[in-house]
């Protein structure tokens, strides 16, 4: 992985970002992305804005992440996603860096445990593993081997099963 040769500016989601975040996610994942089982999770819920952060150099948005409050069966969790690179700027780990910033956040918040769906390679590196065989189910179709979790306290993780819904209000 190259290192970020300028400084990255990491910084809370404003409403002001809206138009580059969307500009952004049209480039790294194209209209598809509103057909993924992930997308029934965000579509009528609200993203928790003091986690939502975007990474910038200078005035170029290079990358955005976003979570959003679930529960896995009875147990209260956060969704990651997207997490939403400038295809030019991939491989320089501002996607890692950024996901870290909200990670560590979540953290400092109180949250407990996070969800997402994606390749275990890239996400292991920040604590992410699978889910198991069955234990999370999502409301659609999904390879078993994407669904990750990561714990963010010893045992946030032990005995959590079931559908994957929106949080409550």
Not at 48 to 55: F, I, W, Y
Request: neutral net charge; charged residues 20%; proline residues 7%.
């Amino acid at each position: 992985m190259t290192k970020i040769l300028s400084p990255l500016h990491i910084a809370q989601e404003q409403p002001a970002h809206g138009t580059a975040i969307d500009r952004l996610l049209a480039a790294a994942f194209g209209p598809g992305r509103f057909a993924k089982t992930a997308e029934r999770l965000r579509e009528g819920n609200r993203p928790l804005t003091a986690l939502c952060m975007v990474a910038s150099e200078g005035d170029a948005m290079r990358a955005s992440v976003r979570f959003w409050p679930i529960h896995i069966g009875q147990t209260a969790a956060l969704l990651l996603g997207p997490l939403a690179v400038d295809p030019m700027e991939r491989g320089r780990g501002i996607g890692l860096d950024l996901m870290s910033h909200g990670l560590d956040k979540a953290v400092s918040l109180g949250h407990e445990l996070v969800l997402l769906v994606g390749d275990l390679p890239y996400y292991e590196k920040v604590g992410f593993i699978r889910a198991g065989d069955g234990r999370v189910r999502l409301p659609g179709p999904v390879d078993p081997d994407r669904v990750l979790v990561r714990s963010l306290t010893a045992t946030a993780f032990d005995n959590v099963s079931g559908l994957v819904t929106i949080a409550p209000e």
